[in-house]
T-cell receptor, first 112, second 115 residues
C-alpha cells in the first residue's frame, strides 16, 4: 500500500492544475480497486472504481489508471478545485466477501 | 434515504468500561463492516457480516465483539475498553449482487477516546 506511518504524504497543487495521486497496492491477486475521498470529520466517499481487466477508467474530472505489472494505481484529477481538498485512499479487494484493504492515504491540499 | 448512520458521534470512556456502537443502514444491504481509523493511517477492518445472523473476524478483531440480529443493524461492542482502542470507528455497508464486487457506503464515524 501507500506509505505507512503517522504522517500522511501531502500533495499541494494550485487551483486549476491537474493532480496525480499514486498508490502502490500489495496483493497481486487483487482484482477490484476503488478510490475514496475523505473530507475532514466525515466518512470515506466513493470516487471511482476499476476492475483488473481494465487499465484506465474515466469519470467526471477523474481518471484512474491501473498498472498490474508493477501493482500501481493512480488517480488523476483534472482542473483541481478547492473542494477537492481531502485525504484520498486507494482500496483493493480480491474474492473475499467484498472486504477491502485500504492504503494509508494521501492528503491533497488545493491552494487558491 | 439516510444511508448509513452511526450512534453515538463522540464518546469518552474510562479504561475498563464497556460500550456498544450502533450502525444502521436503510439500503437493504446484505454486507456490513466495522473499521477503525487511527491518525495518519488507512482503515483497518475489525469485523464484518455477510448477512443477518452472521459475523466474521477482520484484520484487527481482538477486544471487540459484534452482532447482526437485524439486517439493517450492525453493533460493535467493547467489553473492557483500553487506551489502545482510542480511534475513529466507521461502519460501512455494501450490496454485492451475485458475489461480485461493489463499493462500500460509509457512515460519518464515531470518535472514541479511552482514558
Amino acid at each position: 500500500g501507500e506509505s505507512v506511518g503517522l504522517h500522511l504524504p501531502t500533495l499541494s497543487v494550485q487551483e486549476g492544475d491537474n493532480s496525480i495521486i499514486n498508490c502502490a497496492y500489495s496483493n497481486s491477486a487483487s482484482d477490484y480497486f476503488i478510490w475514496y475521498k475523505q473530507e475532514s470529520g466525515k466518512g470515506p466517499q466513493f470516487i471511482i472504481d476499476i476492475r483488473s481487466n481494465m487499465d484506465k477508467r474515466q469519470g467526471q474530472r477523474v481518471t484512474v489508471l491501473l498498472n498490474k505489472t508493477v501493482k500501481h494505481l493512480s488517480l488523476q484529477i483534472a482542473a483541481t478545485q478547492p473542494g477537492d481538498s481531502a485525504v484520498y485512499f486507494c482500496a483493493e479487494t480480491y474474492h473475499n466477501f467484498n472486504k477491502f484493504y485500504f492504503g494509508s492515504g494521501t492528503k491533497l491540499n488545493v491552494k487558491p | 434515504n439516510a444511508g448509513v448512520t452511526q450512534t453515538p458521534k463522540f464518546r469518552v470512556l474510562k479504561t475498563g468500561q464497556s460500550m456498544t456502537l450502533l450502525c444502521a443502514q436503510d439500503m437493504n444491504h446484505e454486507y456490513m463492516y466495522w473499521y477503525r481509523q487511527d491518525p495518519g493511517m488507512g482503515l483497518r477492518l475489525i469485523h464484518y457480516s455477510v448477512g443477518e445472523g452472521t459475523t466474521a473476524k477482520g484484520e484487527v478483531p481482538d477486544g471487540y465483539n459484534v452482532s447482526r440480529l437485524k439486517k439493517q443493524n450492525f453493533l460493535l461492542g467493547l467489553e473492557s475498553a483500553a487506551p489502545s482502542q482510542t480511534s475513529v470507528y466507521f461502519c460501512a455497508s455494501s450490496y454485492v449482487p451475485g458475489g461480485a464486487y461493489n463499493e462500500q457506503f460509509f457512515g460519518p464515524g464515531t470518535r472514541l477516546t479511552v482514558l
